[in-house]
């Protein structure tokens, strides 16, 4: 008897994780309560795997062997509650993908902020070291569909909370923890401890010779990473102090000491800038040494790295104002490193879907850097109330195309502004891509 796999959301995971059961003999079938994208319906077709969509057939679910949940959909949703109930076993795509992975290796990265640049710049030193790596995750293919479709020796993937959530022997040679801020809190019950701990699960299944990096200098992580017994080798960041092992900086350099070996390297050569990349470059560092890069292909990768679409991403300068494309910022303390990097005064667009935030954390940073902010979403009371009495001028606005306008209005040469939302995009785009390019075509139209 084949096993039965229900896959939940045919998505990027969903069908990536079909082609991959499909391969292994499983008997597969795909479920999403709304329309699949042409692209992925297509995927299914020419795989004869059998889908559903714009509906749940319950008895079609709840006969499953086992069932792969989308990361999008929450456990509150009631087929999850039916499923958990009947004792089906639910896991995530990374954990269905690595039972199939071999002896490839797995740097796996999580946190709330900095895991998408600190992901590609993995992959951007093991790829200029020669390594047979693949990138995959939140970013690039479903991990599950480069299994399936092209296996690698090496697999840098980009992990969410949501991923970890349904992990069971999920084991990653190396885990990056990069920092843990209030995020999806929406997701989490309202409770941070939930979210916490979430993120630790990547290393719930290390061993003594796998290692974990993690931020000296988050606050967050500083405080609780004694609450979970972590088996793998600790492997920390910091920028204040010297230390045995692990990356830290001083005098403008970065030192890298891993073993026996030790590499400086000037953090003006770094070709991405401000203080998070910083964090980024040296976590991503130590992923390399880890699994025994050499120290001068580290060094030539963190030279000609190229930063990310839609993290801050200069888009144009025009009569003397900087526009600058962060809309990857979906959370407060994205925003906050994007502000605290500017060095020219900022026009702010702010504002979406708000995944219960404290923007009181940006009030200094707007005290000292923003004169003006442009909200663009549906729902900007908040904003106002945090912001209303710092910040002399701001406007509401419900598209890009105005919020750029609107902001180049308010500009004087020598100004920057800043697309960093803090929130989501679902209320007025597709997803954050959407609205970073809706930005860029808005500036480039002016």
Known sequence: MKKKLV????????????????????????????????????????????????????????????VMKSPGIADKNELVKQIRAKGISVISEIEFAYRYK????IIAITGSNGKTTTT?????????AGADCAMVGNIGYSFAKQVAVQPRDLYVVE??????DDIKTFQPDVAILTNITEDHLDRYDYKFENYINSKYRIAMNQHPEDVFIYNLDDAVTVKTINNYSIKSTLAPITMS?????????????????WKNEEMQMSIEDFAIKGKHNQYNSMAASLAASAIDIRKEKIREALQTFESLEHRM????????????????????????????????????????VDKGNDYSLLTDMVKEKVKAIVCMGIEHRKIHEAFGDLVPLMVNTDNAKDAVQSAFHFA????????????????????????GNQFKKAVKEL
């Open 313 to 352: 991403e200069t888009v144009a300068t025009i009569k003397n104002v900087e526009f600058i494309n962060d809309s990857k910022a979906t959370n407060i303390n994205s925003t906050w490193f994007a502000l605290e990097s500017m060095n020219k005064p900022v026009i702010l667009i702010l504002g979406g």
């Open 241 to 257: 102090k010297q230390l045995p092992q692990g990356a830290y900086l001083l005098n403008a350099k970065m030192h890298l000491k």
């Open 159 to 164: 992990i969410s909370s949501f991923q970890l």
């Open 102 to 105: 071999g002896h490839s290796k």
């Open 7 to 66: 896959i939940l959301g045919a998505g990027e995971s969903g069908v990536g994780t079909a082609l991959l059961a499909k391969q292994k003999g499983y008997d597969v079938f795909v479920s999403d309560g709304g329309a699949i994208k042409t692209q992925y319906r297509t995927e299914l077709e020419e795989n004869e795997i059998a889908f559903e969509e714009n509906l749940h057939t319950a008895e079609k679910i709840l006969c499953a062997d086992e």
């Open 412 to 435: 004087s040469k020598g100004d920057v502004v800043l697309l960093s939302p803090a929130c989501a995009s679902f209320d007025l785009f597709k997803n954050y891509e959407d609205r």
């Open 120 to 128: 590609a710049l993995t992959y951007h030193i093991c790829k200029t």
